[in-house]
């Protein structure tokens, strides 16, 4: 379980806050959930869904799961992540370089 509470419930008027004056966890949410909307309506300009549950529907993802996803009212879970970016064959969670590249673990993961 998350230790920051989901977007909607840290800031009400989410979608629609300021990008700058968010803590980096949020901002990286906000930055994930613009990606995602604007690659599922690229999807359904394309024909592939008409609508977003019909792309929920087709990702194998929960319409509720989805709408719950982008108005914030809870993070997405790890696999939910995983499923939409499979489909949408790109990275929706932005990749982190690390600030101590001198530091590795050894399962090869950076460190913050």
């Not at 592939?48 to 719950?68: H, K, M, N, P």
């Not at 995983?82 to 929706?92: G, K, N, P």
């Amino acid at each position: 379980m998350s230790t920051y509470p989901p977007p909607r419930e840290a800031y009400p008027e989410w979608p629609d806050v300021n990008p700058e004056g968010l803590e980096p966890v949020y901002a990286k949410a906000l930055g994930m959930r613009q990606l995602l909307v604007r690659e599922i309506e690229r999807y359904i300009e394309r024909g592939w869904a008409s609508s977003q549950q019909d792309f929920a529907q087709r990702a194998g993802i929960g319409e509720t799961v989805l709408r719950r996803w982008l108005s914030g009212e809870r993070w997405p879970a790890v696999h939910t992540v995983a499923a939409a970016e499979a489909v949408l064959e790109t990275s929706l969670w932005p990749h982190q370089v690390s600030r101590k590249p001198h530091l590795r673990s050894k399962g090869g993961y950076d460190y913050p």
